[in-house]
């Protein structure tokens, strides 16, 4: 059974910073793409960021020079730097991970930016 567990979410006011952390265990084997996904009250869950076990990252275009992901295959921890926060980032982040064909989630870390 493979866990995701984020921390790092909090209240932030806009302009600010916070830095979010993810670590898989129970795996037993690497994980692959790592990323972030977020949902905001009454909208769909939408991608943030991803990176590869290579450290080949994408991100969507509304964080784009705002936030940063990494990872540290050692501990199949991702992380996501995000700073310049804005009220528009507010919203439950959810972990990602994938092994062979299988998604994994994590239960969610809450962001609120205030304005």
């Known amino acids: 059974q493979v866990h995701l567990v984020e921390s790092g979410g909090g209240l932030v006011q806009a302009g600010g910073s916070l830095r979010l952390s993810c670590a898989a265990s129970?795996?037993?084997?690497?994980?692959?793409?790592m990323g972030w996904y977020r949902q905001a009250p009454g909208k769909q869950r939408e991608f943030v960021a991803s990176i590869t076990r290579g450290g080949f990252s994408t991100y969507a275009d509304s964080v784009k020079g705002r936030f940063t992901i990494s990872r540290d295959n050692a501990k199949d921890a991702v992380y996501l730097q995000m700073n310049s926060l804005e009220p528009e980032d507010t919203a439950v982040y959810y972990c990602r991970g994938a092994i062979s064909i299988y998604v994994y989630w994590g239960q969610g870390t809450q962001v609120t930016v205030s304005s």
């Open positions: 129970g795996s037993g084997v690497a994980v692959n793409a």
